[in-house]
């Protein structure tokens, strides 16, 4: 999928971008990339983490993991030496979780199932419009952690972390794509 496309999917159609040639060329990371520099900064990670899945590795982030840092500290939910390190793997996690948008297994992403002729709203529990949360299984998979280190190590912050980040995120990605949408037009 090309990066206009995924810009569309988050609402923001690139209606006039032109290549240095005057011409109209594909959108590329370093377009994009001059483009988020005009938006707020936590919302320029977000957004380029939901188009390229990677981190922007830049000022957003630093302030998203001093914000998540700051909590985990006060609160003294990571018991290691190396804590600001385990902070920051799931940190990345967190972010992923709410950037990747992975698809609830039971409807697949549609928010419905289908059985026959009957068609009915997706009936799993954790189903959030057709997205789910990873189990923690999976976040411990990812992060190279065994599921018991996990919860004794990791999850409490996980979800520390991922409270301060529903809050603080979708506003900041709001006005980002907002931007976008200015800067595209
Ligand atoms: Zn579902």
């Known amino acids: 999928m090309s990066i206009e496309e995924k810009l569309c999917r988050l609402g923001v159609k690139v209606q006039s971008f032109g290549d240095t040639y005057g011409g109209y060329g594909a959108l590329t990371p370093q377009d994009l990339a001059a483009a988020l520099s005009l938006c707020n900064k936590v919302g320029q990670e977000v957004i380029w983490r939901r188009v390229m899945q990677e981190s922007l590795r830049e000022e957003g982030y630093n302030e998203i993991y001093s914000g998540a840092w700051n909590i985990v500290l006060g ?3 990571i018991k290691r030496p190396d804590a600001p390190l ?3 793997k799931i940190l990345d996690e ?7 948008q992975y698809n609830c297994r039971t ?3 549609k928010q419905y199932v289908t ?7 997706c009936p799993s529990t954790g189903c959030r419009d057709g997205k789910r949360l990873r189990t923690d299984a999976e976040r411990a998979k ?3 952690v065994s599921r018991s280190t996990y919860s004794e190590s990791y999850r409490d912050a996980y979800n520390v972390i991922n409270d301060h980040l529903t809050g603080i995120l979708p506003n900041a990605e ?3 794509i ?6 595209f037009r």
């Open 94 to 100: 967190a972010l992923d979780d709410y950037t990747q």
């Open 142 to 144: 990812s992060i190279g």
């Open 86 to 88: 385990v902070a920051m």
């Open 115 to 121: 059985r026959g002729t009957v068609t009915r709203a």
């Open 178 to 183: 907002s931007c976008l949408i200015r800067y």
């Open 174 to 176: 709001s006005e980002a």
């Open 107 to 109: 409807c697949g992403g």
């Open 75 to 77: 609160k003294k939910l």
